[in-house]
């Protein structure tokens, strides 16, 4: 199995992945950070939901356009059929309608083609299997906290890997909570005609720029499926313990919302024109902050707020191609990392500064960026876990300090509008922060910031030194930077997070979002030629249903660690914004 073939569908409740032989290898219910009903991905016998062709053709997939349903398509000698598979995700009686349900839906399109059903779903990680009662048109799976039934019109008889002949078309709904009890053919096609309905409209409404455009729309919708609208979380990536690369044993959880994700998905929502995402994820950091009056906060949080995210290892579990280990929470949740206090900053700063947040301009919102940058300020240059949330001995990193800068300078902005007393405290603050950068981080030697106080290792993250405005972009150093992390971290075209080792080894992979970083660094520098280039790298690069992993390979040319990646879609959706020219000079 390779991350290649799989296709992601859901509804912002649920989500899953579905490969390239029709087998949902991943599915979590009844939300996304649950654990997994199927779990093929990460074990041959951790459930599955295959339809499949009664030989072992793969099917080809597709989006179907500007939607998250995706259709797989099987042909051989004996005919062809396709299957579709989506969550409904529709608004009904003005409201929302996200049910925890799974559509599939089989329909023959030449010939006589024979196909096997199997549904084997697990009692999360345990890997048990659930008690199956078999009804007239459902099975019914018992174990679970609520009902979980199997609906449909095909024979259940035949619901056990048995090859049978397709000869209509037909449908399989698999539900968590109250069963479905209407009649099936009416119903599925409804919930697919509005639900593609519902995409299309979404899609419409997201601003593109002039050029890249097919890439930012699939990166906007692999973005939506990441948000968790009852809440209005974000997770990180779709999986766990995908392994970052072969053998290297970093395998981790990602199934959470990251506090530091928070300013790059804001920003990234915003340029795409999403109002209602932006505004229920800073309501969800918000709470973040009103739950931690001594602002101790977290680098990352469940999706419902909670915090009880002990890292422990599944060794009955065999992982993903059998490399391992499996891994559920995550222990980056007891680090202290520094610059998570810059990245809520800025994503909050719209509800300060942009009128349409008017009815958000409240005491308790200024009252978050306030002491956010206070602690920022008070952090500052000390030891700290860092963007890359090293496991061994801890250092100043210059990543967290220039965060806490850009707290404190955006801080100054907002209290200038809103508390005129506090704007020259953070700006003498924002100012102390850079000098002390300034002073400690610039290495003349390696011609570059570097990645910690006094060091000499090179650092992917300081290429938003750019982007954050922490120097003009006529200053020497800003671009000696760029230049020399560009030339220092290069593998095959593109770039490694650091090249040391952080107490697993040296990195083996790229990380997908360092190389759009440096995309975006070299648009901004005026360097057009050069963040073309690179930004077509990673296009040509992408699954070929246009979805990215954390990391990339270019020798071997196969995408690694957990997918998809939130982070990677958003970093290209910057990336492309960057590097596309404008529509008025387009038009």
């Not at 799976?141 to 449909?152: C, D, E, Q």
């Not at 101790?296 to 060794?315: F, M, N």
């Not at 107490?503 to 520098?525: D, R």
């Amino acid at each position: 199995m390779q991350l290649e073939d799989l296709a992601l569908v859901g509804n912002c409740q649920i989500s899953a992945l579905i490969d390239r032989c029709g087998t949902v290898t991943w599915a979590c219910f009844p939300r996304l950070d649950s654990e997994p009903l199927f779990g093929a991905l990460l074990d041959k016998d951790g459930g599955r939901f295959a339809i499949a062709p009664a030989g072992d053709t793969k099917g080809v997939q597709r989006y179907i356009e500007n939607t998250n349903v995706v259709t797989t398509t099987f042909s051989d000698r004996e005919g062809s059929f396709r299957i579709i598979d989506f969550a409904p995700r529709f608004v009904e009686h003005a409201r929302p309608f996200r049910p925890t349900q799974l559509i599939r839906i089989i329909e023959p399109l030449a010939g006589a083609p024979r196909i096997r059903v199997h549904c084997d779903p697990r009692l999360g990680w345990s890997k048990d299997r659930p008690t199956a009662m078999h009804g007239s048109d459902h099975v019914a799976y018992g174990g679970f906290s609520n009902p979980v039934r199997l609906t449909t019109d095909v024979p259940v008889s035949l619901l056990d890997d048995r090859p049978f002949l397709l000869g209509q078309r037909r449908h399989l709904v698999l539900t968590w909570g109250e069963p479905l009890e209407a009649p099936l053919f009416p119903l599925c096609q409804r919930f697919l005609d509005e639900t593609v309905r519902y995409w299309r409209r979404w899609v419409k409404h997201c601003n593109v720029p002039p050029r890249f455009q097919q890439a930012v729309i699939r990166s906007a919708l692999a973005l939506k499926l990441h948000c968790f609208e009852d809440t209005g979380a974000i997770i990180a990536a779709t999986t766990s313990s995908i392994p970052e690369a072969p053998g290297s044993g970093r395998t981790w959880d990602y199934r959470y919302c990251w506090l530091r994700d928070a300013y790059y998905v804001v920003g990234a929502l915003q340029r795409l024109g999403h109002f209602e995402e932006r505004e229920s994820f800073m309501h969800y950091l918000l709470d973040r902050v009103a739950d931690a009056p001594d602002l101790a906060l977290k680098p990352l949080y469940r999706i419902d707020g909670a915090s009880d995210l002990d890292e422990r290892v599944l060794p009955h579990w065999s992982g993903f191609r059998g490399d391992g280990p499996v891994r559920v929470g995550n222990a980056a949740a007891a680090h202290d990392q520094h610059d998570v206090f810059g990245e809520m900053v800025l994503a909050l700063m719209p509800v300060l500064l942009d009128q349409r947040f008017g009815t958000d301009h409240t005491a308790a919102a200024l009252g978050a960026v306030e002491g956010l940058a206070r602690k920022a300020l008070a952090v500052v240059g000390t030891p700290d876990a860092g963007i890359w949330e090293y496991r061994n001995d801890w250092v100043p990193q210059t990543f967290s300090a220039v965060m806490c800068w850009a707290a404190a300078d955006r801080a100054a902005s907002a209290a200038q509008r809103h508390a005129p007393a506090l704007a020259q405290f953070f700006r003498e603050g924002a100012t102390r922060v850079r000098e002390e950068i300034l002073a400690r981080a610039w290495s003349p030697e390696r011609e570059a910031f570097v990645a910690s106080y006094g060091g000499r290792e090179l650092d992917a993250s300081l290429l938003q030194m750019v982007a954050l405005r922490f120097l003009p972009p006529s200053d020497p150093r800003l671009r000696a930077t760029v230049d020399t992390i560009a030339r220092e971290l290069d593998w095959h075209g593109w770039l490694l997070r650091y090249a040391h080792d952080d107490g697993f080894g040296q990195p083996k992979v790229s990380f997908v979002i360092c190389t759009l970083w440096l995309v975006e660094a070299f648009a901004l520098l005026g360097e057009h030629d050069r963040a073309e280039a690179t930004l077509q790298r990673v296009l040509d690069a992408m699954t070929p249903l246009g979805l990215m992993a954390e990391d990339y390979d270019p020798v071997g040319r196969t995408m690694s660690g957990n997918f998809p990646q939130a982070y990677s879609h958003v970093g290209l959706i910057h990336a492309a914004f960057a590097a596309s020219p404008r529509w008025a000079d387009v038009l």
